[in-house]
C-alpha cells in the first residue's frame, strides 16, 4: 500500500472515530430524575430531540374511530382483571394492575397479546389524551410508521402501542405509570420547544 493511500486510510479511520464518539456519548439519552405533584421517576432524556426526520400527521376520523371501538372493547377482552369498568378514564395504575393480572394468567382462553396491545393501548392513549392535551398522530420515519400521541403544544411524543407491545414481549410491568408520569414531568418542565404544526391525515 503506497503513502497515498495510507494516509487515506488513517484520514478516514479518524473520521470514523469521531462520527462515533458524537453518536454514542452526543446523542445517548440520559437518566434524569422527574417530580411531579403525583409522584417521581426515573427515566432518560435524549440530549438532543431530533423531529427533522419526522412526520408528525394527525388521526383522521376513521383512525379515531377505531380507538374508541377499541376502547370499548377493552372492557369486555379484560373485564375479568379488573375491579372497575375499563375505559378512557381507567388510571395508569389500574391499567398496570390489569396487565399484570393478564401476564399472571395461565388460563387458555386468556385475550392474545394483539387484542390486550389494542385494548390497553387505546385505553392509555385516550387517557393522555384527556389528562395531559395530547392528540393523536402517525409519526413516520425512516424505520416505518406508528401510532402515537403528541402534546398539542411541545414535541413530547408517547406511544402507547408500542408500550405495550413492549412489555407484552419481555413481561414487564408497572409501565403505564411510569410513562404517565414521566410524560407529565417533561410537559410541566417547559424545556421543550413549541411543536411546529401537525399535518391533518387524509382519509383512504
Known amino acids: 500500500m503506497d503513502t497515498h493511500r495510507i494516509v487515506l486510510v488513517l484520514f478516514l479511520a479518524v473520521i470514523l472515530v469521531v462520527v462515533a464518539r458524537y453518536y454514542f456519548q452526543g446523542h445517548r439519552p440520559k437518566p434524569i430524575r422527574i417530580t411531579t405533584d403525583e409522584g417521581t421517576v ?13 412526520v408528525f400527521t394527525k388521526f383522521t376520523e376513521k383512525q379515531i374511530s377505531l380507538v374508541q371501538q377499541n376502547v370499548q372493547w377493552a372492557n369486555e377482552i379484560v373485564s375479568r382483571y379488573a375491579e372497575h369498568p375499563v375505559d378512557a378514564t381507567s388510571t395508569p395504575k389500574e391499567l398496570d394492575a390489569i396487565f399484570a393480572k393478564w401476564l399472571a394468567d395461565s388460563s387458555l382462553d386468556k385475550p392474545s397479546g394483539d387484542e390486550i396491545v ?32 403528541r402534546h398539542r403544544t411541545s414535541t413530547i411524543v408517547a406511544y402507547p402501542y408500542s408500550a405495550v407491545q413492549k412489555r407484552v414481549e419481555d413481561r414487564g ?19 421543550y420547544d413549541l411543536a411546529p404544526p401537525v399535518e391533518s391525515g387524509k382519509e383512504n
Open 118 to 149: 389494542k385494548s390497553l393501548g387505546s385505553c392509555f392513549g385516550e387517557y393522555l389524551c384527556k389528562n395531559l392535551e395530547m392528540e393523536w398522530v402517525v409519526v413516520s420515519d425512516e424505520s416505518g410508521m406508528d401510532g402515537a400521541v
Open 42 to 54: 426515573d427515566t432518560l432524556q435524549e440530549l438532543e430531540p431530533n423531529e427533522s426526520r419526522q
Open 173 to 191: 410491568t408497572d409501565f403505564f405509570w411510569h410513562i404517565y408520569l414521566a410524560t407529565k414531568g417533561l410537559i410541566e418542565s417547559g424545556e
